[in-house]
């Protein structure tokens, strides 16, 4: 039996606006704490042009809900899952076509680097003014990103710390064609799994080409890695490979493949 949070969302998730009657901006609401829904529903009523359609207390509701219901726009909160940053990903490639805001106890750097890269278009404090939330879901829904005054300076200063890095005396590099592709793959927000089934291979090797990079390129992780590429305009994002019809985890066949030839002495 479905628990009353996910109910909600299936019954509102089911609206059909009256003829001639705009649907508005449809947006999901997944946080714990039914008064801080509660809260955020007032704020939207009130709004002619956005519309809560369902409702959400755990990440198990509101990774169930994606694609299943049309939202626009998913108000998600940070403390649902333990790493904020790949829930926004398994979000997103299970609804391609909704965007994500993540809402965040206290303003926290590396989480709102971390989630922007991963294809969040806002991460916001729960102690946001009710005028700047309902003008970030309208910006979100048209496919900007809005950030406040920090969160903009954070950005900022990431990619001027990259900058700086990159300005100093490096020799020009090229990546093999194998490695541009990856790194496309990284430069879009994939996870190692991901970038794995995109390109044929298993998540170590993946691994190993992104230490090559590392190395080659003179980055510390994925997010300078990203920044460098577009900044540079290295790798052409438009090149990674369509996800497989029929993905195969590579790591389950090779153990697979184990498992079939016998005991191992």
């Not at 299936?10 to 947006?27: C, D, N, T, Y």
């Not at 939207?44 to 219901?69: N, P």
């Not at 790493?83 to 609804?95: D, G, M, N, Y």
């Not at 090797?205 to 990203?226: P, S």
Request: glycine share 6%.
């Amino acid at each position: 039996m479905a628990s009353p949070g996910l109910k909600l969302a299936e019954e509102q998730a089911a609206f059909v606006p009256q003829a001639g009657e705009e649907s508005g901006i449809r947006v999901l609401l997944a946080d714990q704490q039914a008064i801080f829904r509660a809260g955020l529903r007032k704020i939207f009523a009130v709004e002619d042009d956005i519309r809560v359609v369902g409702q959400a207390e755990s990440l198990e509701q509101t990774l169930g809900s994606a694609g299943k219901f049309a939202v626009d726009v998913v108000v998600f909160e940070a403390a649902l899952a333990p790493e904020p940053a790949e829930a926004v990903t398994e979000f997103l490639r299970k609804s391609r076509d909704s965007r994500v805001i993540v809402v965040t106890e206290q303003p926290n750097q590396e989480l709102t680097l971390e989630c922007l890269r991963r294809g969040a278009h806002s991460v916001i404090s729960r102690e946001i003014e009710p005028d700047s939330l309902v003008e970030c879901v309208r910006k979100v829904a048209n496919g900007d990103a809005w950030l406040d005054q920090q969160g903009t300076a954070w950005v900022l200063n990431a990619y001027r710390n990259n900058a700086t890095r990159q300005s100093g005396a490096r020799p020009k590099v090229q990546l093999t064609p194998k490695e541009s592709v990856i790194v496309a793959c990284v430069t879009q927000g994939m996870k190692n799994k991901e970038i794995a089934l995109r390109v044929g291979t298993t998540e170590q090797v993946v691994k190993n080409y992104l230490r090559k990079v590392y190395d080659k390129l003179g980055v510390a992780d994925r997010l300078e890695l990203a920044l460098f590429c577009l900044h540079n305009r290295i790798v052409d994002p438009n090149s990674v490979p369509p996800a497989p019809e029929h993905p195969v985890d590579r790591s389950q066949q090779a153990n697979g493949a184990v498992a079939g030839s016998g005991s191992i002495s």
